[in-house]
């Protein structure tokens, strides 16, 4: 199981103050309001950041770092993807899932039993909503609406995802 996620993505520099804007992939900023540090990465480069300040802005979430206190000094930090440990990343709601544990699990048709069919490889923001990309060859990937009426099961534990419709893959 995966230690530790991406909960952000940080981009340009807003305001004066050193402030930066943040891409959440979840959608949710809350778990920001206890976290003091946090792990930035660059590429292969790792470096622990303390969270001075946190906010919103029209339409983005702000951080502020410190020691990053002009435009000029935060636009350093841009490209960097923030880290967390599990148990430090937004809370899941029921019947939600960390895009990093659906990674690697099994698709079944129809039943957790029923032939297998491929292996989820990413689920990504669609223009109506996310898509799970299931692998189904070597060269083969298949986007499915990661909805109710074609997504069953899901075990995580079990490592399985159940595929309701077989069509959808046509």
């Not at 305001?15 to 959440?24: C, Q």
């Not at 778990?31 to 480069?45: A, N, S």
Request: hydrophobic share 40%; charged share 25%; proline share 4%.
């Amino acid at each position: 199981m995966i230690k530790r996620f991406i909960t952000g993505i940080i981009g340009q520099p807003f305001g004066v103050k050193g402030f930066v804007k943040v891409r959440l992939p979840s959608g949710d900023s809350s778990h920001f309001d206890q976290l003091e540090k946090v792990t930035v990465r660059f590429g292969t480069q790792e470096k622990i950041l303390v969270i001075e300040d946190t906010g919103h802005a029209p339409s983005s979430f702000v951080i502020k770092f410190k020691g990053y206190d002009s435009p000029e000094a935060a636009k350093a930090l841009q490209g960097g993807e923030i880290l967390v440990d599990r148990d430090a990343a937004a809370p899941l709601e029921e019947n939600e899932y960390y895009i990093e544990d659906l990674r690697g699990l099994t698709v079944h048709l129809h039943l957790v039993s029923g032939p297998v069919i491929g292996t989820v490889t990413d689920v990504v923001e669609g223009g109506g909503g996310q898509l799970m990309e299931i692998q189904i060859s070597e060269q083969e990937r298949r986007l499915v609406p990661f909805r109710n009426e074609f997504i069953g099961d899901i075990d995580i534990a079990g490592g399985t995802v159940v595929l309701k419709e077989g069509w959808i893959l046509e």
